[in-house]
C-alpha cells in the first residue's frame, strides 16, 4: 500500500480558515501555554470576536496568571491544593538552582574572556610590567644605588612653536621717549648753535656701565669678603629648605581655599588668619604671610595672639614698631608688653618695658616675676616689695622675698604677713621651718613651727597631703635642710594611713625615696616607724642595709647596737654588727660582740659558726678547734662537723681529718657534704678507687645529690673512660630529671673527648627539655661555630629572659670580637644580676687586667669582695667547699 505524501509546498502553504489539525480522525484539539507563550490567550484564538468589547473586559478579568482563565482550559473544574502547592514549590526550587548553575557558569566564561582580552589583547601597564617587578628582589644593593634620577622630560618648559606678536602701544614709546631725553647727555656744540635737539644716546656704553656697578655690589656682599657669615646657621637653612611634591600643592591649593572662604565669613575670627597665614609660611610664601597677618591685627585689633603672630612674621627691623601697635591697641596685655620687652636687646631697656607694662598692669604676677629675674639683688627686694602689695595672695612673691631679705627678723616679719595673707598656704610654714634651720640654727624651733603650722592647717579646714609634705622633705634634704626634712617626716608620715598598713607603707615609702636619691628622708622614715615598731626584725635589717650602703661605718654601728639591745633574740643582727667590727680589724670587739650574742641565744648554731670562721680567719687554729670541739659537744648538726674536717684539712692532719669523717658520717649519713669532703680527701690522697667507693657509698644515702653524681662521673672518666662515665651521667639524669647540669656535665665530657656530634645531640635534647636554662644556653653559645654564635645569642637571650649565664657568654663573644666596651657593659650587666656566682666576676677581673685601667680593675675587685660570691661552675665547687 503506497501513501501519498504532501508535497514541500503544501507543507509550506497556509491552513484553511478554521482548520483543526486531526478533527477528521477524531482527534481533540486543544491549546497550552507553551504554544501561545506567557502571555494572553489572543481573542481569535478563543472564538471571540473583536469587536465585542465588553466580553472581552470579562475575559480580562476572568484572566489569572498562573491558572489562566477560570472558565476554560483542561483544568478549570479541578481544585488547587496543598499538593499542588507542594509540587509547584519544587519545581521552583529546581528551576532556581538551574538558574544559579547556568549564572556561575556565565559569570566564569564572561570573566575568562575580559582577562583573555585585557592580557592578550589590551594588557594594562601593571600587567605590562608585572614579571619586572618580580625580578626586582632579586637586585643588589649596589644595582638599586646605580639607578639614575628621574629627571624632568616634560615639554614644560621648551619654547613654544609659535610666537606671538603684539603691536607696541603708543604709551611704552612715550614713557620710551621720556627716559630717553633724561639719560640723554647735553652737546656743547648743539648748545652753541642754539639747538634744541637732544643728541643720540649710547645705550651700549649705558649697558656696560650697569653691569659693573651691579659687580661690585656683589663683591662687597660675597661670601669671600663677608668674614662674620654663620656657615653651621646657613647650612642649617639649606637642610631646612622644604621641596614640596605635586600632593603637598594640591593640598595647600585645598587649605588656601578653605582659609580664603574662613576669612572672608568670619573676619573677626582670629585663628583663622593666624592659620592662614601659617599656611603660606609652609608654603614658602613669607610675603603673603606678612599680608595675611596684617589684614588679621587690622580685623581683629584687640586680640594679642594675631599681634603675636605678627610679630614672628614681621623682619627684625619691623617688629618692634610692629610689637608697639599691638601694645597700643592691647595696653593690658601681658603676652604683647612681654613680647616688647623680648625684642629688646639691652637689659636696661628690657627693664624700662616691664616698668611701662606695670604701670599698666600692676596685677600681673609674669610682669613681676619677668622685671625681678633681671633686676640685681637690691632692686630685687625693692621691686618685690611693691608686688607683694599689687599680688597679696601669690605665695610664691612672697617666698622670693623672704629670702631675699638679708636679716632673719625682716624675713619672719614677711612670712608672718604671708601667714595673715594666706592661711591656708602650707609652703609658707614649710618656708618659715626653713628660715629657722638655715638662718637662727634654732633645730629645737624647727619642730614647733611644723607641728604649730599643721595644727593651724588642720584648723583652716585644709587637707593634709602626705605625699605632697614628703616631697616638701625632699626637697628641704637637697637644700640641705636635714632638720626640716626629718621634722616633716616625724610630723606627716602616718597621716591618712590605716594602723595595720603602717610597716608596708612606710617601708614602700622609703625604698621609693632610696631609688631616687633621697637617702636622708628614707633615714627619717626608717627612724620614725622603729619608734612604732620596735620589736620588727625587718625594719632593723631594712635600716641597716641603707646605712651599709649610703651611710658610715659609726652610723651602721650605732643603729646595729640599738637593734640588738631592742631585739637581742635576732641572731643576724648579732652576726652583722660582729662583723662590721672584724671588717674594721678590731678582732677583740668583734669577739666580744660574740660572746654577748651566745651569751643572749645559748643554742644558735650561726653565732658557734660565726666565732669558729672568726678565730680561724685571724689565724687562730687553736681557738677555732677548741671552739668546734665545744659546738660539738653540745650536739651540733652537720654544719659543725664539716667546719671541723676543715680545720683539720687546714692544718694537714689526715688522720684527725678521717676521724672525724668517720664519726661524722655515723651520725649524720644524709649529709652529702660529708660523703664528698671523704671522697676529696681519698682522692687527694692518691687512692682513686678508694674515692670512687665514697662517692658511691654517698649516693646510696643520697641519690638525689648532683654533686656525688658529678664527682663520680669525673673521677670514673679519669679511671675508666668515657663510656663509664657516660654509663654514670646516664644513671645521673635519670635519678635526677630535672636538673640540666647533669645534661651539661654529658654535653662537655662528650666535647673533651672529640664527640661533636654525640654532643650536638644532647644539647639539642638538653634544650628541648629545658627551653629556658640559662647554663645550657651559654653553653650552646660556645659550642656553635663563630658565624653563627650572635644568632644563637639573640635566641637565647629571648628564651632565657636575659638570664645571668647567657649575659656572661655574650659579654665573652664580645670581648672575642674587640668590641671592649660592649663586653664591659655586658660583664657589668651579669655582675650585678648574679652578684653570688664567682664565675663572673673571675672572667670581669680578668676582662680588666687585660684591657682595663688601675681604676676599673681596683673597683671590680672592691665590689666583688663586697658582694662575697659563693657560688660558681660545679667543678670549682667541688675543689674549695666554702668555709
Known amino acids: 500500500m503506497f501513501v501519498r505524501l504532501p508535497s514541500y509546498k503544501s507543507l509550506k502553504s497556509k491552513p484553511p480558515p478554521n482548520y483543526i489539525a486531526g478533527v477528521g480522525r477524531g482527534a481533540t484539539g486543544f491549546t497550552t501555554r507553551s504554544d501561545i507563550g506567557p502571555g494572553i490567550y489572543s481573542i481569535a484564538a478563543l472564538g471571540v470576536h473583536k469587536d465585542d468589547e465588553d466580553d472581552e473586559d470579562d475575559l480580562r478579568e476572568n484572566f489569572d496568571e498562573f491558572e489562566g482563565y477560570h472558565d476554560m482550559g483542561l483544568f478549570n473544574s479541578a481544585e488547587y491544593d496543598d499538593k499542588d502547592l507542594e509540587a509547584d514549590a519544587v519545581w521552583e526550587s529546581v528551576d532556581e538552582y538551574m538558574a544559579s548553575r ?120 660675597s661670601v669671600r669678603n663677608f668674614t662674620s657669615i654663620d656657615t653651621e646657621a646657613y647650612l642649617a637653612g639649606l637642610n631646612s629648605t622644604k621641596i614640596l611634591s605635586d600632593a603637598d600643592i594640591s593640598d595647600i591649593k585645598k587649605a588656601r581655599l578653605l582659609m580664603k572662604s574662613l576669612t572672608q565669613s568670619r573676619p573677626e575670627y582670629p585663628r583663622g588668619w593666624i592659620s592662614a597665614a601659617r599656611l603660606e609660611e609652609v608654603a614658602g610664601d613669607i610675603k603673603a604671610a606678612r599680608r595675611l597677618i596684617q589684614r588679621g591685627y587690622h580685623k581683629c585689633p584687640k586680640n594679642e595672639d594675631v599681634w603675636l603672630e605678627a610679630c614672628r612674621l614681621a623682619r627684625p627691623d619691623e617688629a618692634k614698631a610692629l610689637i608697639a601697635k599691638g601694645v597700643k591697641a592691647n595696653p593690658n596685655s601681658v603676652k604683647l608688653w612681654l613680647q616688647a620687652a623680648k625684642l629688646e636687646h639691652e637689659q636696661q631697656n628690657q627693664i624700662r618695658v616691664l616698668m611701662k607694662a606695670l604701670q599698666r598692669v600692676p596685677t600681673s604676677v609674669r610682669l613681676w616675676k619677668a622685671i625681678v629675674e633681671l633686676a640685681n639683688e637690691e632692686d630685687a627686694r625693692i621691686l618685690l616689695q611693691r608686688a607683694v602689695e599689687c599680688c597679696p595672695l601669690h605665695v610664691e612673691l612672697w617666698l622670693a622675698l623672704a ?296 649516693l646510696v644515702h643520697c641519690p638525689k645529690c648532683p654533686t656525688l653524681w658529678l664527682s663520680l662521673a669525673n673521677i670514673v672518666e679519669r679511671m675508666k673512660g668515657l663510656s663509664e662515665a657516660r654509663a654514670v651521667l646516664t644513671m645521673a639524669r635519670k635519678k635526677n630529671p630535672q636538673d640540666p647540669q647533669l645534661w651539661l656535665a654529658s654535653i662537655r665530657a662528650e666535647s673533651r673527648h672529640g664527640n661533636r656530634k654525640e654532643a650536638d645531640r644532647l644539647m639539642a635534647k638538653a634544650l628541648q627539655q629545658w627551653p629556658s636554662s640559662g647554663i645550657l644556653w651559654a653553653a650552646c653559645i660556645e659550642m656553635v661555630p663563630r658565624p653563627q654564635r650572635k644568632r644563637r645569642s639573640a635566641d637565647a637571650l629571648n628564651r632565657t629572659n636575659k638570664d645571668a649565664h647567657v649575659i656572661a657568654a655574650v659579654a665573652k663573644l664580645f670581648w672575642h670580637e674587640r668590641k671592649l666596651d660592649a663586653a664591659r657593659d655586658w660583664f657589668n650587666q651579669a655582675v650585678t644580676l648574679a652578684p653570688d656566682i664567682g664565675d663572673f666576676w673571675a672572667w670581669y677581673y680578668k676582662f680588666e687586667l687585660r684591657h682595663g685601667t688601675d681604676d676599673s680593675r681596683n673597683d671590680v675587685l672592691k665590689r666583688c669582695i663586697t658582694a662575697e660570691p659563693k657560688h660558681g661552675a660545679w667543678y670549682f665547687t667541688v675543689i674549695s667547699l666554702p668555709i
Open 403 to 698: 629670702r631675699l631679705e638679708i636679716s632673719y627678723e625682716q624675713a619672719k616679719k614677711v612670712l608672718n604677713k604671708a601667714r595673715e595673707k594666706l592661711p591656708k598656704e602650707p609652703s609658707i610654714w614649710i618656708t618659715a621651718a626653713k628660715l629657722e634651720e638655715a638662718a637662727n640654727g634654732n633645730t629645737e624651733s624647727v619642730g614647733k613651727v611644723i607641728d604649730r603650722g599643721i595644727r593651724s592647717l588642720q584648723g583652716e579646714g585644709v587637707e593634709i597631703d602626705r605625699d605632697v609634705w614628703m616631697k616638701e622633705a625632699e626637697v628641704a634634704e637637697r637644700a640641705g635642710l636635714i632638720v626640716t626634712c626629718q621634722t616633716i617626716i616625724k610630723n606627716t608620715i602616718g597621716v591618712g594611713v590605716e594602723e595595720e598598713d603602717r610597716k608596708r607603707t612606710w617601708v614602700a615609702d622609703a625604698e621609693e625615696c632610696k631609688k631616687r636619691g633621697s637617702i636622708e628622708t628614707a633615714r627619717a622614715i626608717y627612724a620614725h616607724a622603729l619608734t612604732v615598731f620596735l620589736t620588727k626584725k625587718s625594719i632593723w635589717l631594712k635600716a641597716a642595709q641603707l646605712e651599709k650602703s649610703h651611710g658610715t661605718r659609726e652610723s651602721l654601728e650605732a643603729l646595729l647596737r640599738k637593734a640588738v639591745t631592742n631585739q637581742p633574740q635576732a641572731e643576724v643582727l648579732w652576726l652583722m654588727l660582729a662583723k662590721e667590727k672584724w671588717v674594721a680589724g678590731d678582732v677583740p670587739a668583734a669577739r666580744a660582740i660574740l660572746q654577748d650574742a651566745y651569751a643572749a641565744i645559748p643554742d644558735s648554731e650561726e653565732i658557734w659558726l660565726a666565732a669558729f670562721k672568726l678565730e680561724f680567719e685571724s689565724h687562730e687554729p687553736e681557738r677555732a678547734r677548741m671552739l668546734l670541739a665545744k659546738a660539738r659537744e653540745r650536739g651540733g648538726t652537720g654544719r659543725v662537723w664539716m667546719k671541723s674536717v676543715i680545720v683539720e684539712r687546714e692544718l694537714g692532719n689526715t688522720s684527725e681529718e678521717r676521724r672525724l669523717l668517720e664519726e661524722g658520717l655515723k651520725l649524720f649519713p644524709s649529709f652529702f657534704k660529708l660523703w664528698l669532703m671523704l671522697g676529696q680527701m681519698e682522692d687527694r690522697l692518691g687512692h682513686a678507687a678508694n674515692a670512687k667507693g665514697a662517692y658511691e657509698s654517698g
Open 102 to 221: 547556568r549564572k556561575d557558569r556565565k559569570e566564569k566564561r564572561a570573566k575568562l574572556e575580559m582577562d583573555k582580552y585585557l592580557i592578550a589583547s589590551n594588557p594594562i601597564i601593571n600587567q605590562q610590567f608585572l614579571h619586572l617587578k618580580r625580578d626586582l628582589k632579586n637586585m643588589t644593593p649596589e644595582q638599586w644605588d646605580s639607578i639614575p634620577e628621574v629627571g624632568n622630560y616634560s615639554r614644560r618648559n621648551k619654547r613654544k612653536r609659535f610666537k606671538s606678536f603684539v603691536p607696541v602701544p603708543d604709551t611704552l614709546l612715550e614713557r620710551a621717549r621720556q627716559e630717553r631725553a633724561l639719560l640723554a647727555s647735553l652737546d656743547p656744540k648743539s648748545l652753541a648753535a642754539g639747538g634744541t635737539e637732544t643728541p643720540a644716546t649710547d645705550l651700549t656704553a649705558v649697558g656696560k656701565g650697569r653691569g659693573t656697578l651691579l659687580s661690585l655690589t656683589l663683591d662687597q656682599f
